[in-house]
């Protein structure tokens, strides 16, 4: 069973529950289990995967939604992060 952090979060009224049927949507044909066991840090989704094909899993979540690196060991020079941007809202003038 591996525990990862995504780079997804949750907003406003949102619950990271709600993040289950897009879970077992992308994860369809695999025989693996995929449950959302909460958030880490300032929302990040956590997420639990076990099963036969969990290292197929994993990577497909890694390549879809990104996962956060959780050491510092696993970044290091020229490393390439996958992010999300969020535009500020414009000023009033």
């Not at 952090?5 to 907003?11: M, S």
């Not at 990577?59 to 020079?77: D, F, I, Q, S």
């Amino acid at each position: 069973m591996a525990k990862v952090v995504l780079l997804e979060k949750v907003y406003g009224q949102s619950r990271p529950e709600d993040f289950t049927p897009a879970l077992l949507t992308l994860c369809s044909g695999l025989e693996v289990e995929v449950k959302v066991v909460g958030t880490a840090g300032r929302g990040w989704i956590v997420v639990e995967v076990s099963g036969e094909d969990e290292t197929v899993a994993l990577e497909l979540l890694r390549e879809e939604m990104g996962m956060a690196p959780v050491r510092p060991g696993e970044v290091g020079r020229f490393s390439t992060l996958r992010g999300k941007y969020y535009p500020l809202a414009p000023m009033a003038s």
